[in-house]
């Protein structure tokens, strides 16, 4: 099975951001602008939380509240559940079921190192699944 570390090795380690002051009309023209569900919340070099599409949809948009004047920091999910490049795909698949979210923090030595969204994953299982596929055909046609 395939490591956190692998995958990120072909996907990149680039990360998108906010601070927790940001307004979350901000957070969403990122998202938008970086095509992403979800961005992480920093301080600094600091891993505070996370926002997604999501949370702006229950806690800002049915909430009738306003997104030019609501910090991120109200409503970011923390803190954030996180994975390290050890974990495997399949471990992370696991987290990302049983907690019932769609993106996932690395991190290595206090330091954020990516982030992966159920996609990534879901790709590197398809990719794996057919790797097997093919030897077992190989493995048959002798």
């Avoid at 301080?43 to 505070?48: A, N, Q, V």
Wanted: glycine share 6%.
């Amino acid at each position: 099975m395939q490591t956190v570390n692998q995958l990120l090795k072909g996907k990149g380690t680039q990360v998108f951001s906010v601070a927790p002051s940001d307004s979350v009309l901000h957070a969403v023209e990122m998202m938008a602008t970086w095509h992403v569900g979800a961005l992480l919340v920093m301080e600094r070099e600091s891993l505070l939380g996370i926002v997604s599409e999501r949370d702006y949809a229950r806690k800002v948009i049915l909430k009738n509240r306003s997104s030019h004047d609501t910090p991120v920091s109200d409503i970011m999910t923390a803190p954030a559940v996180t994975v390290s490049p050890d974990d495997t795909v399949h471990r992370c698949m696991e987290i990302m079921t049983e907690k019932r979210f769609r993106h996932l923090p690395v991190m290595k030595s206090g330091r954020v190192v990516g982030m992966l969204s159920i996609g990534d994953l879901v790709k590197a299982v398809i990719e794996e699944q057919s790797q097997r596929i093919e030897q077992l055909e190989h493995y048959i046609a002798g």
